[in-house]
């Protein structure tokens, strides 16, 4: 009779159920049993060099494919080392599927080889968590994780799986097989909600959409395409929303950047805001202080959050789109927008100068545009750091889905994303340019990823914001305390571009404006991963910046 093992059932369902071709990790003892399945069953590992890109790649693989991003870690260090790339995935609401390894159950309480509480110390920063102690149960544990990663909100979830149930052998035909993990379903509010919304939006005179990451994961791009346009409602999609309509779209305001939401939602009298938390970047709700609110989200409790809505809609943000675009008068707020354009080009003008004129030394903005100009809309961006962020935001648009993305999360704030989520868009596009801007502080972090870049020929293109500091620190200390005492915010030139040469990577280093253009489509032509390393402004401080330090010098 056919036997198979506890770590071959992992790659087995991982296949044959849930499709899964690519995931995200690192080799250990512990898990050895899972990875050898992987083998068995055409499974491609993307093997890191630390834990935390595994788990940040995984993360970017949801967003990129809409669906479960996988991550493998072995036992105690391995699992630690991917808690950031967890946390981040939870307050970014992905659906992240941890697998884990554990020291083995018959060494409980005996001071084994990474014998930890990984279970507790998970639970606070995932959905669901589990330990399977049963061989022939583990397709049924990984049914259930990847059933609570995608259902309602989603969210990362955690398995840890044994190395003495991994390598049993136990007969085929006594496993019981799930054939699938989760049902389709949409939830809808009652009539009577949609109805008053729609009563809203008709009457509105200055409406505007806000759009957050719900949207993308709602895969709603006809139902929303179907409301914009009937409704006439200038829109703005922010985080993982971004690209769901492309930033070029007739009532796009994307090419406000942070400007137009700053100067637009304030003077709205309706917004629409689907998806989207009202957290610190949108003053938890308290932006637009006249504006009557709807708010559509999937989890009830963010309805009211932070701000009272009008109508609450409780749903799946294409499912109530669809109901509300059959309710809805067919409209055109041209003039709105114009008024609404003109508000955010009129605060933007010093930036949009910025951007069309050489500058030495070169500033951010400048940066961008050049990137921009070199690689076109039809690309992926990332960017990832501080002021980097706000300046990769305000500059960059994309006609991609989820085409420009500041993976750092609004609310986690963690830097080192960039260069792990630039890796999980190049597999799951290899043949769209991806495009890193990349501060020059936050490359430290992941950088030695650039390793698997060269090993698994993933060919990003990394530009640095090089201002040889930690801008936003910086900037946010000289405003508080003085710039004599910028403490531990200074980290000076540095050849970035010569380590990533150094790993089997193509590498330029720029100094001035008229090089950028050339140097990146060298970096392009190379076919290799790619660093250009370009020294900028350092006396640059970005709206962001003052928006933090704001935030800050509250207390």
């Avoid at 972090?445 to 620190?473: K, L």
Wanted: hydrophobic share 40%.
């Amino acid at each position: 009779m056919a036997s198979i093992t506890g770590g071959h059932l992992v790659g087995k369902y991982l296949s044959e159920v849930e499709k899964i071709n690519t995931v995200f990790g690192i080799s250990g003892g512990h898990i050895e049993g899972i990875l050898d399945s992987f083998t068995e069953y055409g499974i491609r590992i993307v093997d890191v060099r630390h834990e935390q890109a595994a788990a940040m790649m995984a993360h970017a693989w949801s967003i990129y494919n809409n669906a479960p991003g996988v991550c493998l870690v072995t036992a105690g260090p391995g699992f630690t080392n991917a808690l950031t790339g967890i946390v981040n995935a939870y307050l970014d609401n992905a659906p992240l599927v941890v697998i884990s390894g554990r020291h083995p159950i018959r060494d409980d309480l005996r001071g084994a080889l990474q014998e930890m509480n990984q279970i507790d110390m998970v639970k606070p920063v995932t959905k669901w968590q589990a330990t399977c102690y049963d061989t022939r149960r583990i397709p049924e544990y990984l049914a259930l994780a990847f059933r609570h990663a995608v259902t309602g909100r989603p969210g990362p979830v955690f398995l840890e799986l044994p190395p003495d149930i991994l390598n049993v052998s136990v007969e085929t035909d006594t496993v019981p097989f799930p054939s699938h993990s989760t049902v389709d379903y949409a939830t809808l509010p009652v009539m009577a909600r949609l109805q008053e919304a729609a009563d809203l939006i008709n009457s509105a005179k200055r409406p505007v959409f806000l759009g957050g990451s719900g949207i993308n994961m709602s895969r709603c791009d006809d139902a929303l395409k179907s409301f914009i346009e009937k409704s006439g409602i200038p829109f703005t999609l922010l985080n993982n929303g971004r690209g769901v309509l492309p930033d070029t779209h007739s009532l796009s305001i994307a090419d406000g950047g942070y400007t137009g939401i700053l100067t637009g939602l304030p003077q709205a009298d309706v917004i629409i805001a689907a998806g989207i938390r009202f957290n610190w970047v949108l003053q938890h709700g308290q932006f637009f202080p006249d504006a009557k609110v709807i708010r559509i989200d999937i989890e009830p409790s963010e309805i009211n959050r932070n701000r009272d809505a009008a109508v609450g809609l409780v749903g799946d943000c294409g499912a109530v789109l669809e109901q509300l675009t059959a309710l809805i008068q067919e409209k055109s707020h041209d003039e709105w927008i114009k008024t609404l354009k003109n508000a955010y080009r009129a605060f933007m003008t010093t930036e949009l100068e910025l951007r069309d004129k050489s500058s030495d030394p070169v500033h951010p903005a400048r940066l961008v545009a050049q990137i921009q100009e070199a690689i076109g809309s039809n690309a992926f961006y990332i960017a990832d750091g501080g002021d980097t962020c706000y300046w990769g935001l305000a500059g960059f648009l994309s006609d991609e889905r989820a085409g420009v993305l500041v993976p750092a999360g609004a609310l986690l704030g963690c830097l080192g994303t960039g260069i792990p989520f630039a890796l999980a868009a190049k597999i799951s596009f290899p043949d769209k340019p991806v495009v890193l801007l990349q501060g020059d502080g936050s490359f430290g972090f992941n950088s030695m990823e650039f390793d698997t870049a060269v090993r698994h020929n993933i060919p990003i293109v990394c530009v640095i914001n090089n201002d040889c500091c930690w801008g936003m620190i910086k900037h946010s200390q000289e405003l508080s305390i003085g710039k004599d005492r910028t403490t531990c915010s200074e980290l000076g030139l540095r050849n970035y571009e010569k380590m990533v040469e150094g790993l089997g990577g193509y590498g330029e280093f720029v100094t001035k404006d008229e090089d950028i253009i050339p140097a990146i489509k060298r970096a392009i032509d190379s076919g290799k991963p790619a660093c250009v390393n370009v020294v900028t402004d350092n006396t640059v401080t970005s709206p962001a910046t003052l928006l933090f330090y704001q935030n800050l010098s509250d207390f």
